[in-house]
Structure formats: structure tokens, C-alpha cells
């Protein structure tokens, strides 16, 4: 049964990094057919997707974000990773850790496995 | 990007009851060459993660039950719940994967009445 577990800190200053890592078990991350993503969720409120990266390492993100975020893959340890600098608290919320199954390019799908969630909270 | 836009924001329906809910597309996720709807629907229970219900506009994922249902095509879409239990209160999105950036809606809460 596949498995995603986010972790990382769970209170980041404003104007720092948010680092998140999600640790996949129950499958390879080098499998060619999906992208392994990264969603958030505001507190009280809806879904925004962040990004998607491939085995390869070949990220796509949201426009709203590109220019604060990096996504990251490390095939040996079977994990992905988000970073995503200058937060301020519109940052704060639950970040999933997603898989996608490809169904197009520019790391589109639907999602078929989510991670439990972590809570990141932005504050001094 | 594609603007998803759900109806009503919240519903409450009796048990055993028919629950009703709509997404409306900003522009078409059918997909020409293939005829398939870019589509999903994921219900979210309180302090879970979501889980996904139904992909391809239509298609229940594994383990789903068959009171739930998904129709529609090109720009607008319908989850039915044809008998409402008490397990099935909780917050239903519905998302596109047609065009980046991938987009969801606002979510509808669905509750017993």
C-alpha cells in the first residue's frame, strides 16, 4: 500500500524558507508514470495546487508561486521536497504531499494518493 | 486558468436522500483527441486529508460506493450521492487536470438535515 509523510518544521518565520519533505514507501518514486505534487490548504479554506515534479526532476508550478518555489527530487531516498522562500502568514495552512498519475504534460493529473497533511504555521 | 465554480457552498439532505452537487468549468476539459474529461471529484472529512472519489468525470476509484456518482462533460459537472449516509457528511471538491495549473473549486458542504 503506498505511503506519503510529510515533515519538516512546523513554524517558519516570515520572510524564511518553508522546507517540507514527503517520503514515499509502497512504491518507487523512479516509476515513469506519475508526478509526485504538492497541494496546500489555507485554514478553513480550499485546495491550491503548488507544483509537480517527475522522477527526473522535471518540476511545474503554479504561476501564482513559480517565483518562490523549488521542488526537488532524491531518487535514492526515495523522497521529494518543497521549498518555498519569503513566506509571509498567507503561507500558512496544510501541505500535502500528493501522487499524480500522468495523464498529460506540465505535471497534470488527478491525484490517487494523498499524505496526511502537514500543518505549517508563518509567525514570528 | 481554469476557474472551477461548485453549487450550492453547503447542502443538507435528509438520510437516505438524494444529494445534488455541481461544478461548473471556465472552459471545456474534454479533451478532443482522447474524449475524456479532465475531471475528478475528492470528498475531505474534517482534519483528513481528501480522498479521491471519482476520476475521469465518471469512473469510481477502488473501494468507493456505488451511491456515489459522477456525470458530465466539457464544462459542467455533477456528483450524485444517490442515498445519503451519515459517513458521507464532509466537504466534496471537485478539480480539473485538463490545463495548468491544475485548479479546484471552492468545495461544498454537505451535511444531514
Known amino acids: 500500500q503506498l505511503q506519503l509523510q510529510e515533515s519538516g518544521p512546523g513554524l517558519v518565520k516570515p520572510s524564511e524558507t518553508l522546507s517540507l519533505i514527503c517520503t514515499v514507501s509502497?512504491?518507487?518514486?523512479?516509476?515513469?508514470?506519475?508526478?509526485w505534487g504538492w497541494i496546500r490548504q489555507p485554514p478553513e479554506k480550499g485546495l491550491e495546487w503548488i507544483g509537480s515534479?517527475?522522477?527526473?526532476?522535471?518540476?511545474y508550478y503554479n504561476p501564482s508561486l513559480r517565483s518562490r518555489v523549488t521542488m526537488s527530487v532524491d531518487t535514492s531516498k526515495n523522497q521529494f521536497s518543497l521549498n518555498l522562500r519569503s513566506v509571509t502568514a498567507a503561507d500558512t495552512g496544510v501541505y500535502y504531499c500528493?501522487?499524480?498519475?500522468?495523464?498529460?504534460?506540465?505535471?497534470?493529473?488527478?491525484?490517487?494518493?494523498w499524505g496526511r497533511g502537514a500543518l505549517v504555521t508563518v509567525s514570528p | 486558468d481554469i476557474v472551477m465554480t461548485q453549487s450550492p457552498d453547503s447542502l443538507a439532505v435528509s438520510l437516505g436522500e438524494r444529494a445534488t452537487i455541481n461544478c461548473r468549468c471556465s472552459?471545456?476539459?474534454?479533451?478532443?483527441?482522447?474524449?475524456?474529461?479532465?475531471f475528478a471529484w475528492y470528498q475531505q472529512k474534517p482534519g483528513q486529508p481528501p480522498k479521491p472519489l471519482i476520476s475521469?468525470?465518471?469512473t469510481r476509484e477502488s473501494g468507493v460506493p456505488d451511491r456515489f456518482s459522477g456525470s458530465g462533460s466539457g464544462t459542467d459537472f455533477t456528483l450524485t450521492i444517490s442515498s445519503l449516509q451519515a459517513e458521507d457528511v464532509a466537504v466534496y471538491y471537485c478539480?480539473?487536470?485538463?490545463?495548468?495549473?491544475?485548479?479546484f473549486g471552492q468545495g461544498t458542504k454537505v451535511e444531514i438535515k
Open positions: 500528493a501522487r499524480l498519475p500522468q495523464t498529460g504534460t506540465g505535471g497534470r493529473g488527478n491525484v490517487d494518493y
Open positions: 509502497g512504491d518507487s518514486i523512479i516509476s515513469s508514470s506519475y508526478f
Open positions: 515534479i517527475d522522477h527526473s526532476g522535471s518540476a
Open positions: 472552459q471545456s476539459v474534454l479533451y478532443s483527441v482522447d474524449h475524456r474529461n479532465y
Open positions: 475521469w468525470a465518471s
Open positions: 478539480q480539473q487536470y485538463s490545463g495548468a495549473p491544475l485548479t
